[in-house]
């Protein structure tokens, strides 16, 4: 998920791997950072779990055990609710605060984000596994910049006046919608904070937010942060916790007014039924891809099989917007295949905290598994194994770069999100062809184009079912650009101006006045 504007930060991450920038640029880690925070944070205070509970986070670059982590559960996020709600009261500090100051306590957050980014990034690489130079040159930034861009919009974002007919004058308000549960996921733990965080907080809302049991560790010092900025008590709760108890309680939760989930598209569907059997509350689902990314002939071939390898091996193949079907039209299919092949060999694997790691291990044991048994899939299935398809290294959760080629359609490896860095070439024809097989899934998260043609660029990208198309790049996000998918891979925004609506409320006031005049 996330080349957002790298360029500004990481130059030509498209031609060159991290290792080739300046060591200047980028602080020398400290590979143990200290844990301050591990218990749950509700009303601004540290708590342990009511039933006392805990659970270790594991660093996946060893498989041992970082440190216990408070386990919530449903008595916790009752706490928290209350909390939540009672921050939410009409009359309270939150509620009397002016939109602009809730915009600065957002600037203050961004500030001390930015402040705090070093150590931010090695515990996001302890706790995550991926690669130190990434979390501090693309992760640590963007979470700023989603910040600063919501921190803006608190006080600019307006109701209108409307001119019915008769003696009235009828406007809108834009209103929080209360009390918002957020449960998000391992993959980016920061980025996925921010991105539910900043337009919730930015419209008013109070926030209850269930967070990954893989990678606990840096949202909870986010919270300390907001804290430490001046955010009143019970706005924002942060609760680390298992998805079938704690996600599970706030899902259902009959005083949480809204839900923002970030996960798996199995997940997304037990959500929309919590809340259809509890208080119909709001929910957005950004959930889970199987994106094409369509290679025509006439692109630009070294560009292109840089660009699909960015798309594919990012963050350990753990993205949900990952090129993970590369569609090759078959007059450059065998060049491409053999130049795919030759990257995905040269691709640097191991110690994150390494400034020349390109990748890092998998977030854990569960995901480790489920990405060797579908590479096993793939060979059962005839799929052509180019490279990797095996374990790097003797302890941690480290997977060798794996090309398939061969691919069809009807395979596992090409209907089923792999969630890991194994890429399938799959071939065609026509374009006609290609675009009916990308439409043919469920997901609808993201996609890709490459070519020099903008007829056929503009004619790819309108006919692709998918809620955001790339062409001639792949994984370009900003703040102000929204993001989300159709079919099962969810429904609502992220981000931009689109991603407030998520959060509002409108309400219509009209006033009997004794006479109209234009």
Excluded at 39 to 46: E, V
Excluded at 126 to 134: E, I, M
Excluded at 135 to 146: F, G, I, M, N, Q
Excluded at 236 to 260: E, F, T, W, Y
Aim: aromatic share 10%.
């Amino acid at each position: 998920m996330l080349r957002t504007l790298v360029s500004r930060t990481l130059p030509v991450l498209h031609r060159f791997p991290v290792c080739h920038y300046s060591a200047a640029a980028i602080p020398v880690p400290n590979a143990q950072p200290d844990v301050h925070y591990n218990k749950l944070f509700i009303n601004n205070q540290w708590q342990d779990a009511a039933s006392g509970k805990t659970f270790p986070t594991i660093n996946p670059a060893t498989g041992e055990v970082i440190c216990q982590v408070a386990e919530a559960d449903e008595a916790d996020v009752d706490t928290a609710v209350k909390a939540a709600r009672n921050a939410f009261k009409l009359g309270s500090p939150w509620r009397r605060m002016d939109a602009s100051h809730r915009g600065l306590l957002l600037s203050r957050l961004a500030d001390a984000i930015e402040r705090d980014a070093a150590y931010l990034a090695e515990l996001e690489t302890l706790d995550n596994g991926k690669p130190y130079a990434v979390a501090y040159s693309v992760d640590l930034p963007t979470v700023v910049k989603c910040f600063r861009y919501y921190a803006g919009w608190a006080d600019k974002w307006e109701g209108k006046t409307i001119p019915i007919d008769g003696d009235y004058f009828c406007y809108t308000r834009h209103e929080p919608i209360g009390v918002c549960g957020q449960i998000i996921p391992w993959n980016f733990p920061l980025l996925m904070q921010a991105w539910k965080l900043g337009p919730a907080l930015a419209t008013g809302n109070t926030v209850v937010m269930k967070v990954a049991e893989q990678t606990p560790l840096t949202a909870l010092y986010i919270a300390s942060l907001i804290k430490e900025v001046g955010f009143p008590e019970g706005v924002v709760n942060i609760l680390p916790g298992m998805g079938p108890s704690a996600g599970s309680a706030i899902a259902r939760h009959m005083d949480v007014d809204k839900l923002a989930f970030t996960g798996s598209t199995e997940v997304g569907h037990l959500i929309q039924q919590a809340s259809g059997s509890s208080n119909l509350k709001k929910v957005t689902l950004e959930l889970g891809g199987k994106s094409p990314n369509i290679i025509l002939s006439d692109a630009n071939m070294e560009d292109a099989v840089e660009q699909s390898h960015f798309a594919l091996f990012f963050n350990q193949g753990q993205c949900c917007c990952a090129g993970s079907r590369t569609y090759v039209q078959a007059e450059i299919y065998d060049e491409f295949v053999e130049r795919s092949v030759d990257r995905a060999k040269r691709r640097v694997v191991g110690n994150p905290f390494d400034l020349n790691t390109e990748q890092g291990p998998q977030v854990d044991q569960e995901q480790f598994n489920k990405i060797l048994s579908y590479i096993s899939s793939g060979k059962r299935e005839g799929a052509k194994l180019m490279c990797g398809g095996g374990v790097a290294g003797d302890r941690g959760y480290f997977i060798q770069p794996t090309v398939f080629g061969d691919v069809q359609d009807n395979m596992v490896i090409a209907r089923e999100e792999i969630f890991g860095p194994v890429m399938q070439i799959l071939k065609f024809k026509t374009l006609e062809e290609v675009v009916e097989r990308a439409n043919d899934s469920k997901y609808g998260l993201a996609a890709a184009v490459f070519t020099k043609d903008i007829d056929k660029a503009n004619y790819v990208s309108n006919a692709l079912r998918a809620g955001t198309v790339w062409i001639n790049c792949y994984d370009v996000f900003g703040a102000q650009a929204p993001f989300g998918g159709y079919k099962a891979s969810g429904n609502g925004r992220e981000l931009g101006e689109y991603g407030l609506d998520n959060y509002t409320e409108i309400k219509t006031v009209t006033i009997k006045v004794p006479q109209k005049n234009s």
